[in-house]
């Protein structure tokens, strides 16, 4: 299928990966292996779960500022919803507010910051729910701790991809010109380290695909884990 | 039933309350008066509701340090799950280490403890869990929010009520004697208020009665409301 194409019904896009072009190795360096490895490993052979529609998991959306999380969490959410699963979104900017506040940008800040919504979310799962996290999360060392609290198998790690320079031409809000400028310290891409994943469980690239092409992946990832019925067909 | 005598199984102690004695009235003066307008509100008289063993709902546990909050969670929790209850305990001093750390004790930061615990305790009750909170929670107005955040049906507001006089004898952690001579500041209830429940939903004592006793009353408030079953009979 076309890049750029919307899937249509029933289409098979478990196996499209993002093509890793030469802007992308630009960008990213040898980095952008990962694709390749996630592409064809033999992970991506392992035959579908046994439908377990109780058990909760945590879609955690990582990926730099603008790249798109929010917009693929206000989307795969109601797909959940649609397929039976009872939701939960962790907005990052949201829950600064309610469990953050007072928190800055540094890197223990940031590490403390992640460390509470890997423990909310990790007692939502527990009780059922199915929780979609959209934070940059930026830091392999973190997110590798909220895989563990709450527990790989119901952990789903998306790599939101976007390169550098999409973002600094789109830049919704303006803060890419002012992390550039020097005025927004910490900015993770621009003066702050943003990790890449190594090995995702999905990656998705909102500079290379629709949001709907997106949602589909991550909802391909949990039919394969057995968190949603594979037959069920809502929006996307 | 005379107070300090264990109910034995099948014993009907909806309607029992702590008596209101002299030296309450020394310690609380007439807050005590909340005791003898629960035990002969109209409220008590409300219909049992109909079962909801999905709806998820908060006991929260309010009271001073060494009142016996964690040890009525630590004996309610169980019996929640024995009555096929996904129960999930929010511990104050744990939930300071997970989401407050380097929150300190002044008003401010017990109100955005509170409020992070409540956040948390609303999120559970969505899904349907059971949640215990065990924490001083001083203050009338962060509890109100509390309780407007979770849902005032899914709150039961429960005073943890013991006499300074006896937390001081106890002082099994020795913070009482600390904080008395001026070694720990701001501890409720010797140099910081405690605003004790006006109208609770349920009014325990534990210098009146076993941590059983206290338990049951908790269980007849939840039966009343249709959150568990009243025929089930677990350990108390």
Redesign the interface.
């Known amino acids: 299928m076309p890049v750029g194409k919307s899937p249509a019904r029933g289409d098979t896009i478990v196996a499209e990966c993002p093509q890793t072009t030469g802007s992308d190795l630009d960008t990213f360096g040898s980095r952008s292996g990962y694709v390749l490895r996630e592409a064809f490993s033999p992970l991506n052979q392992r035959p579908r779960k046994e439908l377990q529609l109780n058990q909760g998991f945590t879609v955690w959306l990582t990926g730099l500022s603008g790249a798109g999380k929010s917009t693929i969490a206000e989307l795969l959410g109601p797909e959940l919803t649609a397929r039976g699963r009872?939701v939960?979104v962790l907005d990052g900017d949201e829950v600064r507010t309610?469990?953050s506040?007072g928190l800055g940008f540094s890197r223990e800040d940031r590490d403390?910051n992640i460390?509470?919504i890997s423990?909310?979310a990790s007692?939502?799962v527990?009780?059922?729910?199915s929780v979609i996290t959209a934070a940059i999360s930026p830091y392999a060392q973190a997110r590798a701790e909220a895989r563990q609290r709450i527990g790989s198998d119901q952990f789903v790690e998306v790599y939101v991809r976007c390169s550098l320079n999409e973002l600094t031409r789109r830049d919704v809000k303006g803060l890419y010109a002012k992390a550039i400028s020097g005025e927004i310290k910490h900015f993770t891409g621009v003066s702050d380290p943003y990790e890449a994943p190594e090995s995702p469980d999905v990656v998705v690239d909102s500079e290379l695909e629709t949001v709907e092409q997106s949602v589909a992946k991550i909802l391909a990832e949990l039919e394969k884990r057995g968190y949603v019925r594979a037959d069920v067909k809502a929006g996307v």
Chains 1, 2 share one sequence.
């Open positions: 009872k939960e309610h469990l506040k403390i460390g509470r423990f909310v007692l939502l527990k009780h059922g729910a």
